[in-house]
Nanobody, 124 residues
Framework: QVQLVESGGGLVQAGGSLRLSCAAS????????MGWFRQAPGKEREFVAV????????YSAVSVKGRFTVSRDNAKNTVYLQMNSLKPEDTAVYYC?????????????????WGQGTQVTVSS
C-alpha cells in the first residue's frame, strides 16, 4: 500500500521560512517523480513544484520561483519543499504527489498517488 505523508506545516509570519517533508512508503521511491501542490480555501488546487525521480530535473511555478526549492533524498524516501520569504498568499494546504512519469507528476490531479496534505498558514 502506497503512503505519502506530509509534515512540517504550521503557522509562520510573513517573511519566514518552513520546510515541508513528504515521506513515501510502499513504492520504489527512486523511480517516481514527485510533485508539490497547494490548495487555498475557495480556490482550485495548483501546481507548486516538481522534481524528477533522479533529482536531476526540477522546476517550480512562477509564483514561487526564487522562494521555494524542491529537493529529495532517495536514501530516505523523502521529498522536501523549502519555502522562504513566505507571503500570506502562500497560505494553503500543501500536498505531495508521486507518479512514474515526470509530466504527470506536475499535473494537477494527474499524479497516481497523493498525500493527505499539511496546512501552511502565513500571517501578515
Amino acid at each position: 500500500q502506497v503512503q505519502l505523508v506530509e509534515s512540517g506545516g504550521g503557522l509562520v509570519q510573513a517573511g519566514g521560512s518552513l520546510r515541508l517533508s513528504c515521506a513515501a512508503s510502499g513504492l520504489t521511491f527512486s523511480r517516481y517523480s514527485m510533485g508539490w501542490f497547494r490548495q487555498a480555501p475557495g480556490k482550485e488546487r495548483e501546481f507548486v513544484a516538481v522534481i524528477s525521480a533522479s533529482g536531476m530535473s526540477a522546476y517550480s511555478a512562477v509564483s514561487v520561483k526564487g522562494r521555494f526549492t524542491v529537493s529529495r533524498d532517495n536514501a530516505k524516501n523523502t521529498v522536501y519543499l523549502q519555502m522562504n520569504s513566505l507571503k500570506p498568499e502562500d497560505t494553503a494546504v500543501y500536498y505531495c504527489a508521486a507518479d512514474s512519469q515526470f509530466r504527470r507528476a506536475a499535473q494537477t490531479y494527474g499524479a497516481e498517488y497523493w498525500g493527505q496534505g499539511t496546512q501552511v498558514t502565513v500571517s501578515s
